[in-house]
């Protein structure tokens, strides 16, 4: 499954900025640049602050991040008196969008992948090397392939069993081109210590 298409001969360059990204921000009108600047925080706060919160907990962190973004919390100003959360996120909750500044657009999570095509798996598919798509191995693929074209270190983290290898293994070994990238994996487990690395 691929998600995230970034020119790799560009990102794999030392430096590389982020496919996407405005390059000239002066082109555009104080309103737009503003409406991206706003996207931007609200799309990092959600992916790097936001997500640490579990499952469970999401949708009344998504309520209350909302109220903060308006001004709704006592204490807590408004954000120079304008509203900075886009109504492409009146439905669902922060975590099912995804922001692209180059079109300065809120996407769903599901509208990266082509519908037709995701889930058809070989008749000798072994059970195991199966990943079925779902929102989060969107998300997540997605993620890892932008920090990885970026240089930027991950940790993935959560319960055991909710996927994360899985996740992890399917960007490393399925979609990064090989003649770019080597993989050396590494196996470690609850009762690795720290003397045996």
């Known amino acids: 499954m691929k998600v995230f298409n970034p020119d790799p001969e560009k990102a794999a360059k030392k430096g590389a900025k982020e496919e996407g990204l405005l390059s000239d921000l002066s082109?555009?009108?104080?309103?737009?640049?503003?409406?991206?600047?706003?996207?931007?925080?609200?799309?990092?706060?959600?992916?790097?602050?936001?997500?640490?919160?579990?499952?469970?907990?999401?949708?009344?962190?998504?309520?209350?991040?909302?109220?903060?973004?308006?001004?709704?919390?006592?204490?807590?100003?408004?954000?120079?008196?304008?509203k900075i959360l886009p109504e492409a996120l009146n439905k669902g909750t922060i975590y099912d969008y995804v922001f692209f500044p180059d079109k300065n657009e809120w996407k769903p999570w599901l509208s990266l992948v082509d519908k037709d095509s995701i889930d058809k798996f070989a008749k000798d598919a072994v059970v195991q090397d199966i990943v079925v798509t779902t929102i989060d191995t969107i998300r997540y693929s997605y993620i890892q392939e932008h920090c990885i074209y970026n240089e930027i270190p991950t940790l993935f983290v959560g319960p055991t069993g909710t996927g994360k290898s899985v996740y992890i293994n399917n960007v490393l070994l399925n979609t990064l081109p090989k003649e770019?990238?080597?993989?050396?994996?590494?196996?470690?487990?609850?009762?690795?210590?720290s003397n045996q690395v």
């Open 27 to 82: 082109a555009l009108d104080k309103k737009t640049v503003l409406q991206i600047v706003d996207s931007a925080f609200v799309f990092s706060c959600c992916w790097s602050l936001c997500v640490t919160v579990n499952t469970q907990f999401r949708r009344p962190f998504d309520l209350f991040f909302r109220k903060v973004c308006n001004g709704e919390i006592d204490g807590i100003l408004k954000f120079n008196n304008r």
């Open 180 to 193: 770019k990238f080597n993989i050396i994996q590494i196996g470690f487990s609850a009762q690795t210590g």
